[in-house]
């Protein structure tokens, strides 16, 4: 399994921030495993905003 602490995850379906793991859900597509705890679909990763932030001030300066 990935390590999930450098991401947060998105469900696509209902924009819900609460999932749950398992190596049993992991596919090419979902390699963490995470589902939405609500509708039950595939959580989308990204990479944490703070970093995201930061490159972007880094860009512009």
Known sequence: MLNIDKFS??????QG???RTSVF????????GAKC???KSDMV?????E???RSI???QN
């Not at 859900?25 to 963490?32: F, H, K, Q, V, Y």
């Not at 990763?45 to 905003?49: T, Y």
Request: net charge positive; hydrophobic share 30%; charged share 15%.
């Open 37 to 39: 705890i609500f509708c």
């Open 57 to 59: 001030h880094t860009h």
């Open 17 to 19: 921030s609460q999932y």
């Open 45 to 49: 990763m990204f990479k944490r905003v």
């Open 9 to 14: 995850f998105k469900c696509p379906c209902c």
């Open 25 to 32: 859900d992991s596919s090419i597509r979902n390699p963490a």
């Open 51 to 53: 970093q995201q932030i």
